[in-house]
């Protein structure tokens, strides 16, 4: 599994990730966040070899896309429902799209959320709740028992140093990355440098990574490496 861990908003919390093995780093632009980070802020943080990814609420693209510009980002992360056509606008190639399973009651319509979250996305983040973000919970996995999950998903929501044990303990489809936030914090916005260590070294010793970024968004590396 890659990991990414977001809600960045100091230097030494992204050369803790990269060092760790991080494949992507993510950046808050959502107004009400208390991790919100300022786009010419960002900018100003190294990623080093790590996509750098946002987070958005606002359904409009050209916001979005200059957001992208000034922040340096590879990604937008698609966390407030937008539109098709703002996901269109930004093109597939550089979209996350979020979804909350547990707003749709059965499986039929989970599975038709996830058919067309692919056709417009790179990639997929499945998060807990209903709406938003940060909550701190996780939700049920067994949710997606025999579901045609897309070729690039992530899973987010109460993740924190042991998430690599309860994954493990399952038999249930194991997620291509992990999005870790408040789970490995100290205070919002603050990364806890025992907590990110704590979370990469039960990933090593069960075998699931961090891995490096998968092939369909290696590309985006490359286009940006001098970051």
């Known amino acids: 599994m890659f990991v990414k861990i977001c809600g960045m908003t100091r230097q030494a919390d992204l050369d803790c990730a990269r060092e760790a093995g991080c494949a992507m780093a993510g950046f808050i632009f959502a107004g ?11 900018a100003r943080l190294a990623a080093g070899g790590m996509l750098r990814v946002g987070v958005f609420t606002q359904d409009d693209a050209e ?16 966390h407030g429902g937008q539109s ?3 996901a269109q606008a930004i093109g597939k190639d550089r979209v996350l799209r ?3 399973p547990e707003r749709h009651a059965g499986a039929a ?55 690599p044990a309860e994954l493990a303990a399952g038999a249930l489809p194991l ?30 010793a069960l075998g699931l990574g961090p891995d490096p970024l998968p092939p369909a968004l290696a590309p985006l590396a490359l286009r940006r490496k001098g970051f």
Do not use: H, Y
């Not at 200059?66 to 922040?71: L, N, R």
């Not at 789970?183 to 990110?196: C, F, N």
């Open 32 to 42: 009400k966040s208390p991790r919100r980070i300022a786009p010419a802020a960002a």
């Open 63 to 78: 916001a979005i896309l200059q957001v992208m510009k000034e922040a340096r980002l590879d990604l937008a992360q698609l």
């Open 84 to 86: 098709r056509e703002t």
């Open 98 to 100: 979020v979804l909350w």
């Open 109 to 163: 319509s989970l599975q038709a959320a996830l058919d067309e979250a692919a056709e417009e996305a790179a990639g997929v983040l499945l998060d807990a709740g209903k709406s938003g973000g940060g909550s701190g919970l996780a939700f049920d996995r067994a949710r997606l028992a025999g579901l045609r999950l897309p070729s690039l998903w992530m899973l987010a929501g109460g993740l924190g140093p042991g998430t």
């Open 175 to 204: 997620p291509c990355g992990l999005d870790f936030n408040s789970g490995l914090e100290e205070a919002p916005g603050r990364k806890s440098k025992e907590a990110v260590s704590r979370a990469m070294a039960g990933l090593r």
